[in-house]
């Protein structure tokens, strides 16, 4: 008996299934129930034969399980009926072997395999009419093998479209980043471009006093060396007070003018002794500290260099992150889900 809707009438209408093939193999339900068993037996037997398949069954069922549904699909083949509960259920199987990963060409092979096992069976219990019934059997596994084929297309395009929507929803959140990034990517370049001048700028001042520092130092040596050449003169000036006044004493009265001057000679150049002794020791701390100065200037004008040359290089970072971020959004504007 067939109940199904027009198009499933018409999808068995091409394959040849009528109501007289239905009737003749009810007519032979004590047969198939004789050889079920046997042929579900020899059909497992060739299938664990193979450790792909064998690895897909110990993953999501047991030999046993599969052999007892095996065994009730094989004897449904002589209910009698197609209806809409007939491709309800064979399209549920054929989406359940779908998600557990088993291929079509292992599937729809199964039937071949299965068609030859019942055949071998069926030529020894009836030999008279094993023809007749193999060849409604194979329809039936005909359409039993569009209805596999119907439930993987239908499994096949719910993954893509799955992989789609995911696609599209992952692109949404890429472009939206992508946005966020140009933006930063706009205000991080101007500040690493104003970091890049004011650092620039840093190391020419930087450099500058540095050269002044060093200008400083070079013309406190000289005053240095001066201070020296003038405490010498000192020296000197006191040797000649000292001799005038030597001179003046020998000459008695008439060198009493005489020895005031010298007196005065000495005690300037005793002053100016002194004096010069000061200076050069206010000097020599002066150049000391110039030194930590220049020393400290001089990590200051490398520090600037580096961070200078650091300035440049995070701008040029900048921009290729720019450019990335530029190929990217072209790569989403191009892509053939939008």
Request: hydrophobic share 40%; proline share 1%; charged share 25%.
């Amino acid at each position: 008996m067939i109940q199904v809707n027009s198009a499933r009438l018409k999808q068995l209408s091409y394959i040849g299934i009528r109501e007289e093939d239905l009737a003749y193999l009810k007519t032979k339900q004590a047969i198939f129930s004789e050889i079920t068993k046997a042929v579900v037996d020899e059909l497992y037997d060739r299938i664990t034969e193979q450790p792909e398949l064998l690895k897909l069954i110990q993953s999501h069922s047991t030999i046993e399980g599969l052999k007892k549904t095996q065994q009730w699909y094989f004897q449904s083949l002589t209910d009698g009926v197609i209806d809409e509960e007939f491709f309800t259920k064979r399209l549920y199987i054929g989406k359940v072997h779908s998600r557990i990963g088993l291929t079509t060409n292992w599937y729809l092979g199964t039937y071949v395999l299965y068609l030859d096992i019942a055949t071998e069976h069926l030529k020894k219990i009836v030999p008279d009419e094993w023809v007749k019934i193999t060849y409604c059997l194979s329809k039936m596994f005909n359409l039993d093998s569009q209805i596999v084929l119907e439930a993987y297309e239908d499994d096949e395009k719910a993954k893509v479209i799955k992989l789609v929507e995911a696609r599209e929803y992952m692109l949404t959140k890429v472009s939206s980043v992508v946005q966020e990034l140009s933006s930063m990517m706009v205000e991080l370049n101007a500040s690493s471009s104003m970091v890049a001048t004011n650092a620039s700028h840093t190391a020419a001042v930087q450099e500058n006093s540095h050269a002044k520092v060093g200008q400083l130092s070079r013309n406190i040596e000289e005053i240095h060396e001066l201070g020296s050449a003038m405490r010498e003169i000192s020296d000197q000036t006191h040797l000649i007070g000292l001799n005038a006044a030597l001179e003046a004493a020998r000459a008695g009265e008439a060198g009493l003018g005489f020895e005031v001057v010298a007196n005065e000679i000495r005690k300037l150049a005793s002053h100016s002794k002194v004096s010069l002794v000061t200076i050069q020791k206010l000097l020599k701390e002066i150049q000391l500290t110039l030194s930590e100065v220049k020393q400290g200037s001089e990590e200051t004008v490398r520090f600037s260099r580096e961070q200078a040359a650091s300035s440049q290089e995070l701008t040029s970072f900048v921009q290729m992150i720019d450019n990335v971020t530029s190929e990217l959004d072209g790569l989403l504007d191009n892509s053939e889900f939008n």
